[in-house]
């Protein structure tokens, strides 16, 4: 199975900015270009829950209303990477964000689960 590899978190002020990657393990020789993308996030004591996804053909992008407006998902193709520019932070944003391939973004069957890359906001 592919292992998503993500990358960028760290612990930002309320109102600052983050950008997280995602990317197959070089070792695997996946590629994400004929997947659509998702971002997910658990906070501590909670379920996760999706962020944001993208498609595979034509780019289409969906956000959950909580990031809608702060945050912006995009894929480099030519790098094999996902990007999600979360700008605006708030302590709710607080969690462990993974990345995961699925055949389209209304899917269920999402899979190639990273281990996580931990987002903290605090002051």
């Known amino acids: 199975q592919v292992q998503l590899v993500e990358s960028g978190g760290g612990l930002v002020q309320p109102g600052g900015s983050l950008t997280l990657s995602c990317t197959a393990s070089?070792?695997?020789?996946?590629?994400?270009?004929?997947?659509?993308l998702g971002w997910f996030r658990q906070a501590p004591g909670k379920e996760r829950e999706g962020v944001s996804c993208?498609?595979?053909?034509?780019?289409?992008?969906y956000y959950a209303d909580s990031v809608k407006g702060r945050f912006t998902i995009s894929r480099n193709n030519a790098k094999n990477t996902l990007y999600l520019q979360m700008n605006s932070l708030k302590p709710e944003d607080t969690g462990v964000y993974y990345c995961a391939t699925a055949p389209v973004c209304d899917s269920d069957d999402f899979t190639s689960w990273g281990r996580g890359t931990r987002v903290t906001i605090s002051s």
């Open positions: 993208i498609s595979n053909l034509d780019n289409m992008t």
């Open positions: 070089a070792a695997s020789g996946f590629t994400l270009v004929n997947y659509a």
